[in-house]
C-alpha cells in the first residue's frame, strides 16, 4: 500500500471517529439536564470573595449543587454544608456561629433530591469542586456512587496545605477512609485524577482538572442541547469578577494565577462556543436560576 493510500485510509479513520463521537454526544444531548440546587446559605464579608470589597454588612450567600441527569447517569457536582450541622452545630466548630449555615431538615441534600424523584443510590459519580467544607460535605450519603476527585484534593483534604486548613473539615474526608485494617483505603470506589476525565465518554460532561481556588479545584463542561455550561465551583464567586478580572482575598485563592486563567478560559468559552456558567455562591446569580425541579437542558 502507497504512503498516500495510508494516509487516506488514517484520514477516514478520524472522520469516521469524529462522526460517531458528535452522534453519541448528539444522542446524550437529547436527554441530559441540569438541576439546580442550594444547601442553604453562608454569611460572610464580601471582601473575602471579591478582592476589595468591603467587609461589612456581610453578606449571605447561596450554596449551590448542581445534579445533572444524564442517559447514562446521574452525576451531582458537589454536596453542599454536610448534613449534620442540622442537627449538630459543634461539626463545624466555631465557624458555624459566623457563617450561620442554614439549618431547617428541608435543607438535607436527600430530601432535597427527592424533589425531582433521585435517591442516593441513583446517583453514579459525585465529582467535587474541591473538599471545602460547603462543597464536599455530603459526600458520604453516597456510598454506592464513584467519587471523581483531583488526587492533589484528596490529599489537602486529609493534610491540607498550611495557612488553607480551615474550611477542611477532617470529619469529611475521614469518612472516605475504608474500615480499620481494611487493605483497601477508601469505603466508595474512588477515582483519582490528575486531569480532565470525560465521565460518559461522549464528550457530554468533562471534568477539568483546574488548580486555582484549591489545590486541586475541577469544573466541568456539560454540554447541554442550548451551549456548554460551565460549573466553576469556587474558581468563580460573582459572575462580575469574571467580566472584570477580580480575584479573590488571597485566604481562598491558593493559585491567585489559576483563578485568574480560569476566568480567562471562561470568557474564552463564552465568546466562541456560547457557553454560560454557573457558580455556587453568586446571589444575584442564583436568584435568577432555575430552581429544581425546573431544569436547564
Ligand atoms: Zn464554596
Same mark, same amino acid.
Given at each position: 500500500?502507497?504512503?498516500?493510500?495510508?494516509?487516506?485510509?488514517?484520514?477516514?479513520?478520524?472522520?469516521?471517529?469524529?462522526?460517531?463521537?458528535?452522534?453519541?454526544?448528539?444522542?446524550?444531548?437529547?436527554?441530559?439536564?441540569?438541576?439546580?440546587?442550594?444547601?442553604?446559605?453562608?454569611?460572610?464579608?464580601? %471582601?473575602?470573595?471579591?478582592?476589595?470589597?468591603?467587609?461589612?454588612?456581610?453578606?449571605?450567600?447561596?450554596?449551590?449543587?448542581?445534579?445533572?441527569?444524564?442517559?447514562?447517569? !446521574?452525576?451531582?457536582?458537589?454536596?453542599?454544608?454536610?448534613?449534620?450541622? =442540622? @442537627?449538630?452545630?459543634?461539626?463545624?466548630?466555631?465557624?458555624?456561629?459566623?457563617?450561620?449555615?442554614?439549618?431547617?431538615?428541608? =435543607?438535607?441534600? &436527600?430530601?432535597?433530591?427527592?424533589?425531582?424523584?433521585?435517591?442516593?443510590?441513583?446517583?453514579?459519580?459525585?465529582?467535587?469542586? *474541591? $473538599?471545602?467544607?460547603? *462543597?464536599?460535605?455530603?459526600?458520604?450519603?453516597?456510598?454506592?456512587?464513584?467519587?471523581?476527585?483531583?488526587?492533589?484534593?484528596?490529599?489537602?483534604?486529609?493534610?491540607?496545605?498550611? %495557612?488553607?486548613?480551615?474550611?477542611?473539615?477532617?470529619? &469529611?474526608?475521614?469518612?472516605?477512609?475504608?474500615?480499620?485494617?481494611? %487493605?483497601?483505603?477508601?469505603?466508595?470506589?474512588?477515582?483519582? =485524577?490528575?486531569?480532565?476525565?470525560?465521565?460518559?465518554?461522549?464528550?457530554?460532561?468533562?471534568?477539568?482538572?483546574?488548580?486555582? *481556588? @484549591?489545590?486541586?479545584?475541577?469544573?466541568?463542561?456539560?454540554?447541554?442541547?442550548?451551549?456548554?455550561?460551565?460549573?466553576?465551583?469556587? !474558581?468563580?464567586?460573582?459572575?462580575?469578577?469574571?467580566?472584570?478580572?477580580?480575584?479573590?482575598?488571597?485566604?481562598?485563592?491558593?493559585?491567585?494565577?489559576?483563578? =485568574?486563567?480560569?476566568?480567562?478560559?471562561?470568557?474564552?468559552? $463564552?465568546? @466562541?462556543?456560547?457557553?454560560?456558567?454557573?457558580?455556587? *455562591?453568586?446571589?444575584?446569580?442564583?436568584?435568577?436560576?432555575?430552581?429544581?425541579?425546573?431544569?436547564?437542558?
Amino acid at each position: 500500500m502507497s504512503t498516500l493510500m495510508i494516509w487516506k485510509r488514517v484520514g477516514l479513520a478520524i472522520v469516521a471517529a469524529a462522526l460517531s463521537m458528535s452522534a453519541l454526544l448528539a444522542q446524550a444531548q437529547s436527554g441530559i439536564k441540569i438541576y439546580v440546587f442550594s444547601s442553604g446559605a453562608l454569611t460572610i464579608g464580601k %471582601g473575602v470573595l471579591y478582592n476589595f470589597a468591603p467587609m461589612e454588612p456581610p453578606v449571605q450567600i447561596p450554596v449551590g449543587f448542581f445534579l445533572i441527569k444524564h442517559p447514562k447517569g !446521574n452525576v451531582l457536582f458537589d454536596t453542599g454544608n454536610n448534613d449534620k450541622i =442540622l @442537627t449538630d452545630p459543634s461539626y463545624w466548630g466555631p465557624m458555624f456561629d459566623g457563617l450561620k449555615p442554614g439549618h431547617t431538615p428541608d =435543607l438535607a441534600i &436527600d430530601a432535597q433530591l427527592r424533589t425531582i424523584g433521585v435517591s442516593p443510590d441513583d446517583v453514579k459519580y459525585v465529582v467535587v469542586s *474541591h $473538599m471545602h467544607l460547603d *462543597h464536599g460535605g455530603n459526600i458520604a450519603k453516597f456510598p454506592n456512587a464513584t467519587l471523581i476527585i483531583q488526587k492533589d484534593e484528596l490529599a489537602a483534604a486529609f493534610f491540607p496545605p498550611t %495557612g488553607y486548613a480551615g474550611p477542611y473539615i477532617p470529619g &469529611d474526608a475521614f469518612v472516605l477512609r475504608g474500615k480499620t485494617g481494611d %487493605g483497601n483505603p477508601s469505603r466508595m470506589k474512588i477515582i483519582q =485524577l490528575d486531569g480532565d476525565m470525560d465521565v460518559f465518554n461522549d464528550g457530554s460532561v468533562v471534568v477539568k482538572r483546574w488548580r486555582g *481556588h @484549591t489545590p486541586g479545584s475541577q469544573m466541568a463542561v456539560v454540554k447541554l442541547k442550548k451551549g456548554p455550561i460551565i460549573l466553576t465551583g469556587d !474558581n468563580v464567586y460573582y459572575r462580575e469578577q469574571v467580566e472584570k478580572n477580580v480575584p479573590p482575598n488571597v485566604v481562598l485563592a491558593y493559585d491567585p494565577e489559576g483563578i =485568574l486563567k480560569a476566568y480567562e478560559w471562561i470568557r474564552f468559552m $463564552m465568546s @466562541t462556543q456560547g457557553a454560560d456558567f454557573f457558580s455556587a *455562591h453568586d446571589p444575584d446569580a442564583f436568584k435568577a436560576m432555575k430552581k429544581a425541579p425546573d431544569y436547564y437542558e
